[in-house]
């Protein structure tokens, strides 16, 4: 696998399309069964999702985008943990980080905005076989530092079942699937950085082990994605937490 960051100009609310950003800093000779690995961030921006910081309230803003949250006032942070587009996160992906005094939010629609985005750069490049990842940041549960994971995914399969097959030894695997798409966006994270880096776009490329789709993917394979919280493995820490329903619907 082979990851290539692609510093850009330092994108504001002022700027234009995501469209416009792609056609000007991506190279024309990206490979076939390539992945594009693009920061929420600068989606969310070239979305206009952004709110000044002196004209919002943070906590309002944290239950309008959230499905469900716990109040920053219970965190030693005074950061709130909240549930939105299925994905556990701290205050709803909200970001003041390269905001230029505003709040980030994410993308309104993570995985309409990956459809297009993989959509366009196949038509300009003439692409058959490319993947685009909208990529964020999170913690981990009693550890330090945060990792990638992919807010959507568009042009390959996200996850490999390993159900049902065995493994060295003949034991039969009753769960393992691995997340190819919060893998990638692990990956790409590191190489795009979390500060001052300026490299909001990767291209991953020598990808043998994703298996590579030409169309959006399907209800049924998002769906493949998602598991309720009493399936959940973490179902004990999870239901016994006492969650506020946020304004956004699950």
């Given at each position: 696998m082979i990851?290539?960051?692609?510093?850009?100009?330092?994108?504001?609310?002022?700027?234009?399309?995501?469209?416009?950003?792609l056609d000007q800093y991506l190279p024309s000779d990206i490979p076939e069964r390539s992945v594009i690995a693009v920061s929420s961030k600068?989606?969310?921006?070239?979305e206009g999702r952004v709110v000044k910081i002196e004209d919002a309230d943070k906590d309002e803003l944290i239950k309008q985008e959230a499905s469900y949250y716990?109040?920053?006032?219970?965190?030693?942070?005074?950061?709130?943990f909240t549930?939105?587009?299925?994905?556990?996160?701290?205050?709803?992906?909200?970001?003041?980080?390269?905001?230029?005094?505003?709040y980030v939010l994410w993308p309104k629609n993570p995985q309409e905005s990956a459809n297009k985005i993989r959509?366009?750069?196949?038509?300009?490049?003439?692409?058959?076989?490319?993947?685009?990842?909208?990529?964020d940041s999170k913690t981990s549960p009693l550890r330090w530092g945060v990792t990638?994971?992919?807010?959507?995914?568009?042009?390959?399969?996200?996850?490999?079942?390993?159900?049902?097959?065995t493994d060295l030894f003949g034991r039969k695997f009753e769960y393992e699937k691995l997340n190819i798409a919060d893998c990638l966006a692990s990956a790409a994270v590191v190489v795009m950085g979390e500060g001052s880096e300026q490299t909001p776009l990767a291209i991953i490329e020598a990808l043998p082990f994703v298996q590579f789709q030409d169309h959006d993917p399907t209800d049924e394979e998002l769906?493949?994605?998602?598991?309720?919280?009493?399936?959940?493995?973490?179902?004990?820490?999870?239901?016994?937490?006492?969650w506020k329903k946020g304004k956004k619907s699950q």
């Open positions: 990851i290539t960051p692609i510093k850009t100009h330092k994108i504001t609310p002022n700027d234009c399309a995501i469209y416009n950003l600068i989606v969310s921006i070239c716990i109040p920053r006032s219970s965190s030693k942070y005074n950061l709130a549930i939105t587009n299925d994905i556990l996160s701290v205050s709803a992906g909200i970001d003041e980080s390269n905001g230029n005094g505003h959509k366009h750069i196949a038509e300009r490049l003439g692409l058959s076989e490319v993947g685009v990842i909208i990529t990638g994971i992919a807010l959507a995914h568009s042009g390959f399969m996200a996850l490999k079942n390993y159900v049902g097959d769906a493949m994605l998602k598991i309720t919280m009493e399936e959940d493995i973490f179902a004990p820490f999870l239901k016994n937490v006492p």
